[in-house]
């Protein structure tokens, strides 16, 4: 039997995270169940996952990156910078927040709601109508397990429905974000390579000469080859002041010569340049 893949991921069950490692997972899966394959890691934080990985505790870290209304998650970039691996593969859910509390209570009794900090993000419109005091929690399904396992009834959780259902939670309103279509995109994190021929996305990261024109230069080989940008990211370069790191996404449906003479031709210029890998989106 093959050893399973073991996907490190932060938070607790009913989290989106672990959403994610499991849609992702059936979907590499023969059976189409996410647990022939594979076995989730826990971890306390995103930095724990990547922990895990770096271990050999984990084969994998699952970390979200990005969501469509809040858009990016920051710090998660400059985990990817700090610890070297490889994007593997990517997949991006549908999140619908929910606030819940313990069986029995009504909003009128509520004064505090608890979730991480993207949900109560997310929620922002919703929350505005309230005057309640917002904790940021590492997890939203955590936030929904604290509520549970409280003797307070003033107390709620912005979470999954998923969650409520795991911890035994009361869903007061439904889709609490304030955006209808509202999605979170993740990355599989791996110390090596995976090479597909269903590939289709490369991500980069590069620096560039702190002089004027340089990203104009980039994005020109881009536009002069008609490479379709899927998204660029800047963030400030380690010890460096007022210098940054673009990460960089486009589609490729193969690593052939033109791509392989376009990523030359970038790093004959640039600073640095790594690929981050060269993988295949999926979306749920």
């Known amino acids: 039997m093959q050893e399973k893949i073991k996907a490190a991921y932060s938070g607790v ?3 989106f995270a672990e959403e994610a490692a499991v849609r992702y997972f059936a979907q590499q899966s023969e059976s189409g169940k996410w647990e ?3 076995e989730l890691v826990p971890e306390s934080s995103f930095a724990g996952a ?3 990985v770096e271990s050999g505790k984990a ?4 970390l979200p990156i ?3 209304s809040t858009g990016s998650i920051l710090t998660n970039f400059d985990l990817i910078t700090d610890y070297g691996f490889y994007i593997t593969g990517e997949y991006s859910i549908s999140v619908g927040q929910c606030l819940m509390a313990k069986p029995g209570v009504t909003m009128d009794e509520i004064t505090e709601v608890l979730s991480h900090e993207q949900g109560l993000s997310q929620s922002r419109e919703f929350l505005a109508r309230h005057p309640w005091k917002q904790t940021a929690v590492y997890n939203t399904a955590y936030a929904a397990q604290l509520v549970a396992e409280s003797d307070r009834r003033d107390i709620c959780a912005i979470a999954s429905s998923r969650a409520a259902e795991i911890y035994g939670l009361n ?3 439904e889709r609490t974000n304030f955006k209808d279509i509202n999605q979170t995109r993740f990355v599989i994190l791996s110390r090596e390579v995976h090479h597909s021929p269903d590939n289709n996305k490369v ?4 620096t560039l000469p702190h002089v004027p024109g340089s990203l104009c230069r980039l994005l020109s080989i881009f536009a002069r080859e008609k490479i379709n940008l899927l998204k660029i990211e800047s963030r400030p370069v380690p010890r460096k002041n ?3 790191l673009f990460f960089i996404d486009f589609s490729a449906d193969t690593i052939d010569a033109r791509i392989r003479e376009i990523l030359q031709e970038v790093s004959d210029f640039a600073q640095t340049l790594r690929v981050l890998g060269y993988y295949r989106k999926f979306e749920s």
Do not use: H, T
């Open 13 to 15: 069950p009913g989290c």
């Open 36 to 38: 022939d394959i594979c």
């Open 50 to 52: 990547l922990r895990a």
């Open 59 to 62: 084969d994998c870290a699952v």
């Open 66 to 68: 990005e969501n469509s």
């Open 171 to 173: 869903i007061l309103a």
């Open 203 to 206: 991500s980069l990261m590069i």
């Open 242 to 244: 007022w210098e940054y």
